[in-house]
């Protein structure tokens, strides 16, 4: 396995292991397997599992401290938080020095271990300065309770403004081949700023894979129910554009999970991708992608399969495009 530096010498394995396929996000789980994969994954020398405070209401991270068990100095942790049950109903961005202080030992308990390698802010919360909250994830990184602090979806000003106030050791964003919005400003600021990027979803929610052509062969209470390019009208536009990248696979006799992680990978040294999944032969399959090389030409003509005018239907509901920091 291949590593990669973050900010403050944070070593991780060049690729991530996402758990939210492991606390319901994409459909029934088995605890078993899941926490079977964990203990895969760190045979495999993938040690950066990325974990929310949200995710099954906490239960994921007692389900990731279970399968760490006695392993868990092998792994690096990385949980996000500052999005909470709203008491009217629904999530909530939270971003007070309040809320962190109070979820960051939330965390550690249910995580069963004395800190967290990663503390990232989920969301930038519009009500709160981002000064401050990063402000209180500093305070949590002197106290001992955190190792970095990281961000997620922001924007190249909040980036420069957040890194201000205490060194941010990676940002986090979605980024795969049919979601590339961070190249040009997003990537600029990253490598002014030497802040390495970790690329979630690089596998686009699955899509890549080839697995999903359709809402109805996923559960009732699949994420990807709520995401527009999954929706009838947009998949089968996505779908077109998908037989561009499975002939790219065909022709170099490589699976699209590993082509797809191979490409993220590809874009820099400071690029970790992150890969989601609940099955141990699954995360054997995307660890391999790392032994994957790509020239020129097989990143020219993987360029060219998701054209971003091509791609139907946004990133998120309307309701969570708004939340975005731009």
Known sequence: MRTRTLG??????????????????????????????????????????????????????RQLGRALGSRRDEAVICVKTGIRPNPEGGMMLDGTPEYLRGAVDGSLRRLGTDRIDLYCLGWVDPEVPVEESVGALAELVKAGKVRGVMLSEVSPATLRRAHAVHPVSAVATEYSLWQRHVEGEILEALRETDVPLVAYSALGRGFLTGTVSSLDEVDEGDWRHNFPRFAPGNIERNLVLLKRFRAVAERLDVSMSRLAIAWVLAQGEDVVALAGTKFPEHLEENASAVAVELGPEELAALGECFPGQEVAGARYAPQIEELLDT
């Open 8 to 61: 403050q010498g944070i070593e991780v394995s060049a690729l991530g292991l996402g758990t939210l396929s492991m606390s319901g996000g994409y459909g029934v789980e088995d605890p078993r397997t899941c926490e079977a994969t964990v203990r895969r994954a760190l045979d495999l020398g993938v040690t950066l599992v990325d974990t929310a405070d949200l995710y099954a209401g906490g239960e994921g991270e």
